[in-house]
């Protein structure tokens, strides 16, 4: 049988699922990447995870999230989760710019879309959630990446990229971790590596600024500034932490669940061409995580998962490239079921592998 998923853990999640396969009360906290329109291809795990799986939930869950993966969360979190990720999904798919969109019209659009899916309603139901607790990382700006100038921004991100490649934990001289949490949540800030990280209160005044913070691309889009609560200019969270190399064996009991868009892992966003640097195995040793095949991936328009070059490659053609994301869409979903068939089945524990096989 062809598989269109590889599902991957940790040590002690890859001994706790081939002993007693996945429930949803395993998983003590959920994780959201960054990666703007790679987010399509996880909607199918999302509505059959959060629609089904965990639909009649009731053990507490961290939903821990960085630019897009807030985006999702914020959705999810939502009192008819399918319906909010489904509204979600359309409207980001058919969001469309100017032919050279510049910084204000990037970010102006990404607050509409917030705006279209998290109404006041679905806002305070997040933050009283009955089992879900947000949390969304960004990057608070130091010295002159305060600046939304391409001249300031020019030698502020060289000097952090080629400081990063010394070590990670340089990035402190440009960039503090601030993390937005639902006050509810008892996620340990110290645990939080490399960068010094402070907790913010997420409240109706902030959230919608927190998510477009999070996921506010440097020279694309606008900072943030001053979000009630706190103060400074804030960028996205991906800068810091892109796909995640956190201890998330020790922010919580239980298992992490991770869908992911392909089957590799790169800590920060400055990381990406740093090939040999990637996250810690032993900070990975609670996690399930799932991602498409790569064959999977090869069948897609274009053979590749959506990214941003998509919206200037179509810049001409917008309903060009709408029709080429909805087919993903649509795709995606043969993946959420493949993931649940599998859970329930039983079969997750003879498919499952080593995660260390990408770290």
Request: glycine share 8%; aromatic share 10%.
């Amino acid at each position: 049988m062809r598989m269109n998923i590889v599902i991957r853990a940790g040590a002690r999640a890859l001994a706790h699922i081939r002993k007693n396969g996945l429930r949803d009360d395993d998983i003590d906290l959920f994780a959201g990447a960054s990666g703007g329109p790679k987010c399509l291809i996880l909607n199918g795990f999302d509505r059959e995870i959060f629609g089904s799986w965990f639909k009649n939930r009731k053990k507490e869950l961290h939903m821990l999230g960085s630019s897009i993966g807030c985006y999702r969360i914020a959705a999810l979190a939502q009192r008819d989760p399918v319906g909010a990720v489904t509204r979600f999904i359309e409207r980001y798919a058919i969001q469309s710019y100017s032919q050279k969109p510049g910084p204000r019209e990037i970010s102006d659009e990404a607050r509409a879309i917030i705006s279209d899916y998290v109404d006041d309603e679905a806002l305070r139901y997040i933050l009283e959630h009955p089992f879900m607790r947000a949390s969304f990382i960004t990057a608070r700006c130091r010295g002159i990446g305060a600046s939304d100038s391409f001249v300031a921004l020019a030698p502020f991100f060289g000097a952090a990229y080629a400081a990063n490649r010394v070590s990670r934990k340089a990035l402190n001289l440009f960039f503090e971790r601030v993390l937005f949490c639902d006050p509810r949540a008892r996620l340990d800030t110290s645990l939080f590596p490399d960068v010094s990280t402070r907790a913010a209160e997420l409240t109706t005044e902030n959230f919608h600024s927190a998510i477009l913070a999070s996921g506010a691309i440097p020279f694309a889009m606008e900072r943030v500034n001053d979000i009630p609560g706190t103060r400074g200019s804030f960028r996205d969270g991906g800068i810091i932490d892109y796909h995640f190399d956190l201890p998330f064996d020790r922010m919580v009991d239980g298992l992490t669940l991770y869908p992911h868009f392909f089957d590799e892992l790169v800590p920060g966003w400055l990381d990406k061409k740093i090939r040999h640097r990637k996250p810690s195995a032993a900070n990975y040793r609670n996690v399930v995580f799932v991602a498409p095949t790569r064959e999977f991936i090869s069948r897609l328009p274009n053979g590749k998962v959506p990214d941003r070059s998509d919206v200037a490659a179509y810049i001409n053609d917008t309903e060009g490239r709408i029709a080429l994301w909805r087919k993903v869409i649509e795709a995606s979903r043969e993946l959420g079921r493949e993931f649940m068939e599998s859970v329930n089945s039983g079969r997750i524990a003879g498919l499952i592998r080593p995660i260390e096989e990408i770290l």
